[in-house]
């Protein structure tokens, strides 16, 4: 089957001519997962986005999106979700939103299925 790798390396480390205080900020960054139970209504709640917001790494598990979501700020890597043959609501998705001041190189792993995706995050 096909084999990639998944990594994002490396963060504001100053070259970008972040101030120091800047730079260790991006540091002490923090990371969520959770199983969200479909991300669609969520992204629109203040509330919600109130909650996740000091988070810059964010992986959600069931978010039953069809399409790409959009964060501004981020950047998504994702996997869709299955749509149903006959009725119901889709099911699955992995979503990983990374924010945009972290550096990332990137390849997705896959391996002989379309459902699997992994991402390695990796910070100096």
Known sequence: GS???ASCISMGDGQRGDPPEKVAEYRTNLSLIWN??????KVADK???S????????????????????VRGFTTYSVEALLPRKMGRSM?????????YIVC?????R??????MGINLRFP
């Open 47 to 49: 509330a919600w986005n």
């Open 105 to 109: 190189w990137h390849e997705l792993l």
């Open 51 to 70: 909650l996740i917001g000091k988070y810059d790494v964010r992986v959600f598990q069931e978010t039953w999106a069809v399409n790409k979501v959009f």
């Open 92 to 100: 699955g998705r992995l979503m990983i939103l990374v924010r945009n």
């Open 111 to 116: 391996i002989d299925s379309p459902d699997l």
């Open 36 to 41: 969200v139970a479909g991300v669609n209504p």
């Open 3 to 5: 084999r990639g790798g």
